[in-house]
């Protein structure tokens, strides 16, 4: 099946500098792609999103950036907080169709 | 929150035996996807079902069964348990049959 990894099982940054979490993907038929963050012992929270017509989007103080010529996908946090910690997960799919397929994820740690 | 909820939160059982996970989509939400996410794998995605018809099957063991109701809350069974079949079991919806997926807080599943 499709795979989509994670270049960095784990991530550690300084409270306010910016992290950025990439993923690379492998079937060029995705259309649509998402970033997930998941806590310790909560499920996967929706972070944002973007469409393969685009190539950066932005939300509050998160930034996705999609390069669909090397299948590459990250994401950009702003000031990452304590309350950034978790881990991350990016995962593919078409807009039309109804498989997600998920990374491994990146584990985030933000030293006060 | 979500706004998808998943019962129980905890569930302990033995080899064997057969259990039942329940799962309520956001109001509004037609498609329901079923996730095992184990200590040393990612989400793995099961199953969707969309509007009470399967729509999409992934990783799903032919041990583990699933619907969805007329009102759109849905269950995942899972029978003959094995110890490897110990994990989070994760809930999502959407309004579609693709799109973004909201995901419940999980059931844990221990089999012993």
């Known amino acids: 099946g499709e795979s989509v990894g994670l270049h960095l099982p784990t991530l550690s940054v300084q409270e306010g500098d910016n992290s950025i979490i990439n993923c690379a993907y492998s079937?060029?038929?995705?259309?649509?792609f998402i970033w997930y963050k998941q806590e310790s012992g909560k499920g996967p929270q929706f972070i944002i999103d973007i469409r393969s017509n685009m190539d950066k989007r932005q939300g509050q103080r998160v930034t996705v950036l999609l390069n669909k010529t090397v299948k590459h996908l990250s994401l950009q946090i702003a000031a990452t907080q304590p309350g950034d910690s978790a881990v991350y997960f990016c995962?593919?799919?078409?807009?039309?169709?109804?498989?997600?397929?998920f990374g491994t994820g990146t584990s985030l740690t933000v030293i006060p | 929150d979500s706004g998808v909820t998943q019962t129980p939160k905890h569930l302990i059982t033995a080899t064997g035996q057969r259990v039942t996970l329940r799962c309520s989509p956001r109001?509004?939400?037609?498609?329901v996807y079923w996730y095992q996410q184990s200590l040393d794998q990612g989400l793995q995605f099961l199953i969707q079902?969309?509007?009470?018809?399967?729509?999409a099957k992934g990783n799903i063991l032919e041990r583990f069964s699933a619907q969805q109701f007329p009102d759109l809350h849905s269950e995942l069974n899972l029978s003959s348990l094995e110890l490897g079949d110990s994990a989070l079991y994760f809930c999502a919806s959407s309004a579609g049959t693709g799109g973004t997926q909201y995901f419940g807080p999980g059931t844990r599943l221990l089999v012993l």
């Open positions: 995962a593919e799919s078409t807009l039309s169709g109804n498989q997600f397929y």
């Open positions: 079937n060029s038929a995705s259309d649509y």
């Open positions: 109001s509004g939400d037609l498609s």
């Open positions: 079902y969309y509007n009470g018809e399967e729509r």
